[in-house]
């Protein structure tokens, strides 16, 4: 299976990181955004760079959506995986309009409401989880999925 792993940098980036059991042993790509801890992280990786900032920055939006095409285009992923935040919307809209399965996993900050990503991409997915049963309450199609910290 192919993999397109789509996040944000910072609390985004460690949340796609620690799904690494389900990831690391499939062929993968990644788009983040370019940090000293995404390059350190990602040296061995395939990644493609994506433009920041996403929030109300109208030409980003457009730089990150021709991105998205040429980088689905390019890898025809089976799943499109991603934390969120911004970046993932090009990504996971033009994702599933090529056939591929997309699935976003809502941070574990969000409580009792969806992130604007998460609003916006829930008509394009294939699985949103979220990690709190009041939020599963608002969205009965999501699944719910407990941390393991909590356990």
Request: aromatic fraction near 12%; charge should be positive.
């Amino acid at each position: 299976m192919k993999v397109l792993l789509i996040c944000s940098s910072g609390g985004h980036f460690k949340g796609l990181q620690q799904l690494q059991p389900f990831w690391e042993n499939h062929e993968r790509v990644w788009v983040t955004f370019k940090t000293a801890t995404t390059q350190a992280s990602l040296t061995e990786e395939k990644v493609y760079w994506a433009y920041s900032p996403t929030n109300r920055n109208l030409p980003n939006l457009f730089r990150n959506l021709l991105l998205a095409f040429q980088v689905i285009s390019k890898t025809k992923p089976d799943l499109i995986l991603s934390t969120g935040a911004g970046v993932a919307v090009p990504f996971l809209i033009l994702g599933k309009l090529f056939g591929s399965q997309t699935v976003f996993v809502e941070s574990v900050t969000r409580i009792s409401t969806l992130s604007l990503s998460a609003r916006l991409v829930l008509p394009f997915l294939s699985v949103l989880y979220v990690q709190w049963p009041q939020l599963q309450t608002r969205y009965p199609q999501a699944e719910l999925i407990v941390p393991q910290e909590s356990l």
